[in-house]
């Protein structure tokens, strides 16, 4: 009875890492949507820039050179968060079946064996599996995580930065009404 427990357990990990997969999955989504926003607002900014460069012009550039290295940054870890990874799964129905076979196979030829004994057998390659793609997955979704978890620090960095230069812009404009009336020039 309890080696029935244990195996459950296996399986309830194995299962839960795989749920983990399909959370990293989805947090995936919300960064490449802030990065696309920024990426915007910094193409906002930037749109009726004209040289000669006043000062607060040169601030605003720089502040967006280090903008765009941070997205950069955050863009490398979403990159590496979602590719390069390669989870264990449990053997599929044709592949157990396979083993199976080749068990019989080889008692019947070797060592006699009852095919409780065989079934068992499978059982236990099945659990084994799970121990081994649950521990696995488990070491890539930390993994991810990790990266994910940078991604979004880099984001985090970039937000003050942002309301600065959106700041910066609003102040080096003439009046904010010729700002305004600059608006429809973005998108001819």
């Known amino acids: 009875m309890v080696m029935a427990e244990v195996r459950a357990e296996y399986k309830a990990l194995y299962l839960a890492e795989l749920a983990r997969r399909e959370e990293l999955n989805k947090a995936i989504d919300r960064p490449i949507a802030i990065i696309s926003a920024f990426i915007g607002i910094l193409y906002f900014a930037f749109a009726g820039l004209v040289a000669p460069a006043t000062f607060l012009q ?3 550039i720089l502040l967006a050179l280090i903008i765009v290295g941070l997205l950069i940054v955050a863009s490398f870890f979403l990159v590496r968060s979602y590719y390069g990874h390669t989870y264990g799964f449990v053997p599929t129905p044709l592949d157990l ?16 064996c009852p095919p409780e004994e065989i ?19 488990a070491l890539i979704n930390d993994q991810r995580s990790g990266y994910l978890h940078n991604a979004k620090a880099m ?3 970039v ?5 600065i230069l ?15 009336s600059s608006l429809p020039r973005l998108f001819t």
């Open 58 to 60: 040169c601030a605003e």
């Open 166 to 180: 959106v700041i910066l812009k609003i102040v080096s404009v003439p009046t904010f009404s010729s700002w305004i």
């Open 155 to 157: 984001l985090v960095r």
């Open 97 to 112: 079946e396979d083993y199976r076979a080749k068990l019989e196979d080889y008692h019947s030829k070797y060592v006699a």
């Open 159 to 163: 937000v003050p930065l942002i309301v």
């Open 119 to 137: 079934a068992g057998k499978v059982l236990d390659h099945i659990y084994s599996a799970y121990i081994q793609g649950g521990h696995q997955n």
